[in-house]
């Protein structure tokens, strides 16, 4: 089984940028599509962002798009999602998940990391 870690989380001003890390453990990662989703406080856990094994294909919610960047490293074992011009509604915990199937639904992902904290501040 894989184990996720993420990393990179942190406070930062509208408009700025973050870059998170989602290194694997256990297992390669090679085989797998990843995806990033977020919770905000009070709020149900919602997609954000998907890669297939290769990174020759990705999805993205609609509230991200333009924004966000996600990629790949198989050989360093890691995911990443670059954040740019950042929204206070992007305020949230980021969690990176595996799944074998390219998708946005939270049910078709597992091995599921602990989460890092993004904060937007106004």
């Known amino acids: 089984q894989v184990q996720l870690v993420e990393s990179g989380g942190g406070v930062v001003q509208v408009g700025g940028s973050l870059r998170l890390s989602c290194a694997a453990s256990?297992?390669?990662?090679?085989?797998?599509?990843m995806g990033w989703f977020r919770q905000a406080p009070g709020k149900e856990r919602e997609f954000v962002t998907v890669?297939?094994?290769?990174?020759?294909?990705?999805g993205y919610a609609d509230s991200v798009k333009g924004r966000f960047t996600i990629s790949r490293d198989n050989a360093k074992n890691t995911v990443y999602l670059q954040m740019n011009d950042l929204k206070p509604e992007d305020t949230a915990v980021y969690y990176c998940?595996?799944?074998?199937?390219?998708?946005?639904?939270?049910?078709?992902?597992?091995?599921w990391g602990q989460g890092t904290q993004v904060t937007v501040s106004s």
């Open positions: 890669i297939t094994w290769s990174g020759g294909s990705t």
């Open positions: 998940a595996t799944t074998s199937r390219f998708s946005s639904s939270p049910e078709e992902f597992y091995s």
């Open positions: 256990g297992r390669t990662l090679r085989s797998y599509a």
